[in-house]
């Protein structure tokens, strides 16, 4: 098969994909301003481009717009949040209560991700020996998502103190899908390149993350 020519991807091009990167942010404090007609759907479109196992494209997006229904998400986020926090050694209680764990109120659009359990797409290529590379799939959808948000100006913030079953029962997600992902999204509030949970003390970075083992 002949190849086609790929676009440059020159050094600018590399140093602002470097910026992305780098000020990607899981955002949780939103502006309230609508996102424009068809942001969305071109944000899913490109969370699409993700690799997954077989091609299987596992990836299924459920855009929550009923107030009702995000009425149910936020209570079942208030209920999980408070069994995490009792679960939470002693000392780091009172830490625990000031972190920002949602951006679940103001956020103007709410997205949740899933991964179809039951697709014949793929064939089952490459999920035989880690049924799990399916979810990983759908985990990759959303870090594509994320990054074509950012470079759209828009903040993605992931919600996963949630319980999955209720979920589905929330969003009448069929039984096969397992729930991956509740994304907020919008515009932040705030512009930062350090993790929140770094500036508020919780976590740092970790030295061990970018080591690499020599074998
Ligand atoms: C799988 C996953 C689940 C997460 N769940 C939550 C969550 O429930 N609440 C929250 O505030 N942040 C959540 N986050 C965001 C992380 O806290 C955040 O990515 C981390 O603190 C690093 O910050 P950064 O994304 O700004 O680099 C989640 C991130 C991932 C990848």
Known sequence: MPGQTPPEFDKSFQEKLDSLLRWRRDVRRFRRDPLPDGTLEALV??????PSVGNSQPWRFVRVRDGA?????RAEFERANADA????APEDRTTYTRLKLAGLDRAPEQIAVFCDESTAAGRGLGRRTMPETLRYSAVGAVFALWLAARARGI?????SILEPARMNAILDAPAEWTFV????????????????????????????AARILDR
Do not use: F, K, N, S
């Not at 229904?69 to 998400?73: D, Q, S």
């Not at 926090?85 to 939470?88: N, S, V, W």
């Not at 390149?193 to 061990?208: N, T």
């Open 45 to 50: 479109e490109r969370a699409c481009l993700a």
């Open 69 to 73: 229904r995000r009425a149910t998400v």
């Open 85 to 88: 926090l009792a679960a939470q």
């Open 155 to 159: 903040g993605v913030g992931w919600v």
């Open 181 to 208: 992902a509740y994304l907020c999204v919008g515009y932040p509030e705030i512009e930062d390149d350090a993790p929140e949970l770094e500036r508020a003390g919780w976590q740092a970075r970790d030295e061990r």
